[in-house]
Each structure stands twice: as structure tokens, then as C-alpha cells.
């Protein structure tokens, strides 16, 4: 019987051993054969992408390992999953796999600082150039393209600022010039947005996000085409870049809940947004919610939904007031990351190199302009409002 994701994602492979309605963890760095045959076999299944049910050696994964890999193909429909200790190295491992010596890479402006800053600092010591594309700019991406060019890296929304590209256009255009193409497609999720479907070759998500759900976990999934499987798997092999069967266990689980989430996630924003469109103290919202704007007509054109995580634009002379607004929310968290069921607020610098940030530039905003990215979280609706009504005050 054919499921549907809501289902699947309820129904993974149990542990039948234990009869436990959740697959074992297991932890291994060993892992034994009958014979030399037997393991030698093994080996060419594994690297023919054959299903197996464990690894030939603990650095690839386990058999925890394998099962949310086994999930997360179904849900990418994928021909293949790479998992990572953490978010960023799924990242890492797609630009370290396919990008050589002498090789140009095109990076949307608006990744995630770790991206910008591994393609800015990182791969020139490699002598890998990174060049940075507008991504509200299509044109722009098409003029910096060279004979050079190895892969476009695109993260859609992007980072803080949630610009929307056209993302068929992309994938069109590298196939005809035969580059790769890598999305970070953390915020839609696979389950929003199949990015293999539209012809990417790499699909990347951060699994310490909504994959988890809890906060209590880290890890990154790459999913890609068979076009650059080997590639990959060669790298992936001897870099140790593998998830910890914990951490599988506690993604698993996220898993399960992840569709009813998403919904109240998206559900709990709308409202929270609807509040704040009303607040003359903020000049802009970015997040899909106005019909008639390029950000929803892309959203709408590739995503099946939409979640919790947004900016808005603070107009103020006085960014110490903007620091009081953040720092006297009570039910909004200070701190990294997002995807957990709390809420989450953050004042972005965008406007110079940070320790953990690279400056934006393309992204224009005045110097009175201030960005506050949120998490809205499973709380009541009501009290993010009345929480962010009593904060706004403080700014001047």
C-alpha cells in the first residue's frame, strides 16, 4: 500500500527484537563478518549504493544511522543521504567533495555566515575561488558563470534577510552549462521542497533544526543524485564526517512529528505577523505573507508550506533601544540556531565582518535600519504578542 509522508513518517522500521515501537541505538566501531567473502562482498554493496542494513566499519555510520537515512531518502526522494555531525558539515562536505584546485564556485550573497565564510576564507587556501552572486539578481548569477565555474551554491530563503529565487532558472541554466548546483534547503525542509525533484544535485539540510525540533541535538543530512554519489562517498569515506548513533536516534524521533510541527509553526507565525504589520517601529516584514510581492509569488511557485523563522526590519536612530527590545523579551530565547519548539530572537549584523558573520553585499538597508530575525516557537500565540507589544516600547 502506497503511504503518504504523514504516514511514513509515523511508521519507520521498529526494533522487532525488542519489540520497542522505536529502532535500537546502536553504537559501533567494529563490525564483524563471517568470512573474508562475506565482508568483501559487503564492500562492493555499499559502494554500488545496494540497501544494506549495516556498514562494513563504525565511521560510516550504524544500523541507527542507516534507518534515518533510510527515512530521509524516502522523504528527499534521494538516491542517496549523507549524514554529519553537524549542521555546517553537510556543507563542508558537498564543497569539499566536488570543488577542486583551479575550480570557481557561485555562492548566493545571502547564505549562512559558515558558508560565506568556508567560500570566502577557507577554499582560496585550496585555490578554490568563491564569487558572490545577487541572489534578487538573475542576471547577475549569468555574468559572473566562467568556464571555471564547478558549482552554484544557493540557500533559498536566504539567511536573515529571506530573499526567494527562482530556483528552476538556476538549475536550467547549470545543467546547460554542465555545473552542479547545491541548495541549502533548511528553511522548507525536504518535506516543503524536493530539491533533487527540480533538478538540483545536491539537497542540504540542517538536521539540528526542524529535523530534530528539540534543541537537543546537531547534525546535517546531504542528499544527492547519483551523478555525484561517488564523488561524495569517496570524500565522505575517509573524512570521518558521520553522525553519532545518539544523535540519530533523537533525529529519528523529531522525524516522526515533524508535518504536525511545521503546521503549528506556520500557523502560530500568521498570527504573530498579523500583529506586527499593524507596529508603525517596523518597517518591513521578511516572510512571504504579502501576495502581490516577489518573496510570496516564489515561495508559492516552489513550497507546499512555510514555517516559523523570519526578520523584521527595526527603524530606529538609536540601536541601544533595538538591543533593549531584544534583551527585555521574556519568552523569546537569545541564542543560535532555530527549529526547536521555543521561540528565538536575534539582532543581525549584516553590515560588516563579524567573528562568526561576513558582511552582506548586496542587501540594502539604511543606517537607521536594524535587522531582528525570530524564531516563532509552539507557545500561545497570544502571549508572543503581548510579549512582544511590552518590548517594542523600549524602541526610540
Known amino acids: 500500500m502506497k503511504k503518504s509522508i504523514t504516514t511514513f513518517l509515523k511508521h519507520p522500521t521498529k526494533d522487532n527484537t525488542n519489540r520497542s515501537a522505536n529502532p535500537p541505538v546502536t553504537r559501533a566501531s567494529t563490525i564483524l563478518f563471517n568470512s573474508m567473502q562475506e565482508l568483501i562482498q559487503h564492500e562492493k554493496r555499499i559502494k554500488a549504493n545496494k540497501k544494506i542494513s549495516y556498514y562494513s566499519y563504525g565511521r560510516y555510520g550504524s544500523t541507527t544511522t542507516i534507518e ?131 533538478g538540483f544535485d545536491m539537497s542540504f539540510t540542517s538536521a539540528t533544526k526542524y529535523f530534530s ?23 565522505y569515506k575517509l573524512s570521518g564526517y558521520r553522525m553519532s548513533a545518539d544523535e540519530a536516534y533523537l533525529i529519528i524521533r523529531g522525524l516522526r512529528t515533524l508535518d504536525v510541527r511545521l503546521k503549528q509553526h506556520y500557523e502560530n507565525t500568521k498570527i504573530v505577523i498579523n500583529f506586527l504589520k499593524k507596529q508603525k517601529k517596523i518597517k518591513d516584514i521578511l516572510y512571504p505573507y504579502k501576495p502581490n510581492s516577489k518573496r510570496y509569488k516564489l515561495w508559492k511557485k516552489y513550497y507546499t508550506g512555510a514555517n516559523g523563522l523570519f526578520s523584521i526590519v527595526i527603524k530606529s536612530k538609536q540601536k541601544s533601544s533595538v538591543i533593549k527590545f531584544v534583551n527585555s523579551l521574556k519568552l523569546f530565547g537569545i541564542g543560535y540556531s532555530w527549529g526547536g519548539f521555543e521561540s528565538l530572537v536575534l539582532l543581525q549584523n549584516l553590515r560588516g565582518d563579524t567573528k562568526y558573520t561576513k558582511k552582506r553585499l548586496f542587501f540594502r538597508f ?13 507557545e500561545d500565540p497570544k502571549d508572543l504578542i503581548a510579549d512582544l507589544k511590552k518590548s517594542l516600547r523600549h524602541i526610540k
Open 68 to 198: 534515518l537515512e533510510n527515512i530521509l531518502k524516502e522523504l528527499e526522494q534521494a538516491y542517496h543521504i549523507f549524514l554529519t555531525g553537524t549542521g555546517f558539515g553537510g556543507v563542508a562536505l558537498a564543497i569539499m567533495s566536488v570543488c577542486r584546485p583551479g575550480d570557481e564556485i557561485l555562492v548566493s550573497d545571502n547564505v549562512y555566515g559558515p558558508t560565506k565564510e568556508i567560500s570566502e576564507d577557507l577554499v582560496k587556501e585550496f585555490s578554490i575561488k568563491a564569487i558572490f552572486y545577487d541572489p534578487d539578481n538573475f542576471e547577475d548569477l549569468k555574468k559572473k558563470l566562467s568556464k571555471k565555474t564547478k558549482m552554484i551554491l544557493v540557500e533559498n530563503p536566504g539567511s536573515n534577510t529571506f530573499e526567494f529565487q527562482d530556483l528552476s532558472k538556476i538549475v536550467k541554466l547549470a545543467k546547460r552549462k554542465k555545473i552542479l548546483t547545491f541548495l541549502d534547503n533548511t528553511w522548507g525542509t525536504p518535506l516543503y521542497l524536493k530539491p533533487l525533484k527540480l
Open 213 to 235: 525540533g528539540h534543541s537537543d541535538a546537531m547534525g546535517g543530512s546531504l542528499a544527492v543524485n547519483k551523478k555525484v554519489f561517488n564523488k561524495v562517498m569517496f570524500f
Open 366 to 378: 539604511n543606517k537607521d535600519e536594524h535587522i531582528v530575525r525570530l524564531h516563532i516557537g509552539l
